[in-house]
């Protein structure tokens, strides 16, 4: 734990936060599947939209059991707002780049966030990072560019939608450490979600006829499609989806709430393993020579960066005495 964590009066459980980031992914990576397997028939904003609007309900009944719905109410209202956004963008970019990608190469290049979060920490925040640090930031980003380029002449736009995805998701990350010491995970949530009942009521009264669609790149297509009544079947996997999304974001905004995202962040990996293996299981995907070296170059510098940022924090916490509760 820092000494600005303290003087902030910021909770620091790693163990309870490590426990809810692999509980989040591991809902979370069934989600992708399900919106995966649908994309072809609606568009992104209103799989979102009917998913968010079911995840309210589970949504306060968790609130209540988890303090009470007076826990819902902030003075940060601006806060919220802005972190919604940053998550909206996130989840809606990266749902681009599924419909095109391997899952697994998706969610490899997602997984360049820690890298991200490095970058942003010392440019944002003013935060040093030491040159070893900046040479794994860099192995990572040489890992994204061999899986964005293949054949190494052409970038796949779905690749840069999956980078696109980790960059909101650093800066959600950053706003939910710092929200953490005066607003609930219900609270995050809850905030989050219905502002993507909104986001999405709005993107689909713009492009919900359709107009724009012109055929071309899947992405493009899971984007501009036309909204259409979907079937009792496609409505209650997009229901299940809102189900997952409850207790998704949840335990996300628990786990960056309750500990350092240097604590937990390298427990999100463990979505890569199951994307692969719902990814060869319901589309028989298997990845390429170029694909295996840049996720190895990925995970591999992001658990570098994570490592060294972790015995920095068990250095400076020991210098000054601190210790962090479980």
């Keep these: 734990m820092d000494h600005s964590a303290v003087a902030l009066g910021r909770v620091d459980a790693p163990v309870k936060g490590v426990l809810c980031v692999i509980a989040g992914i591991s809902i979370f990576s069934i989600q992708d599947v399900i919106i995966k397997s649908i994309s072809g028939s609606y568009p992104v904003h209103e799989i ?19 303090g009470g719905l007076s826990g819902l109410r902030t003075r940060r209202p601006l806060a919220h707002l802005l972190r919604a956004c940053a998550m909206l963008a996130s989840y809606t970019t990266f749902y681009l780049a599924i419909v095109a990608l391997p899952l697994a190469s998706a969610v490899a290049l997602f997984f360049v966030a820690p890298l991200l979060i490095t ?19 860099a192995t990572g980003f040489i890992g994204v560019l061999i899986m964005t380029q293949p054949d190494g002449s052409t970038i796949e736009p779905a690749a840069l939608f999956a980078v696109c995805a980790a960059l909101f998701y650093a800066l959600s990350v950053m706003a ?85 995202a240097t604590s937990v962040a390298p427990f999100e990996y463990v979505g890569l393993p199951l994307a692969a293996l719902w990814g060869y299981l319901f589309w028989s995907e298997i990845p390429d020579r170029a694909t295996v070296l840049g996720v190895a170059l990925i995970v591999g510098s992001g658990l570098y960066v994570l490592h060294r940022e972790s015995v920095r924090g068990r250095r400076t916490a ?3 005495g601190l210790r962090p509760r479980v």
């Design 48 to 66: 979102v939209f009917v998913r968010s609007v079911v995840a309210l309900a589970p949504l306060l009944l968790i609130a209540h059991f988890d």
């Design 119 to 137: 970058a942003l920490s010392h440019f944002v925040l003013g935060e040093k990072a030491q040159l070893r640090r900046w040479l794994a930031v």
């Design 318 to 320: 020991a210098g000054r």
């Design 176 to 260: 939910t450490r710092r929200m953490g010491a005066t607003e609930s995970g219900a609270s995050l949530a809850f905030s989050a979600t219905l502002f993507y009942v909104g986001a999405n009521g709005l993107l689909g009264l713009w492009l919900g006829d359709g107009s724009l669609a012109k055929g071309g790149h899947p992405s493009l297509e899971f984007l501009l499609r036309a909204w259409v009544v979907p079937t009792w079947r496609d409505f209650g996997l997009m229901a299940v989806c809102g189900l997952i999304a409850a207790f998704g974001f949840y335990f996300l905004s628990q786990a960056y709430r309750l500990a350092q």
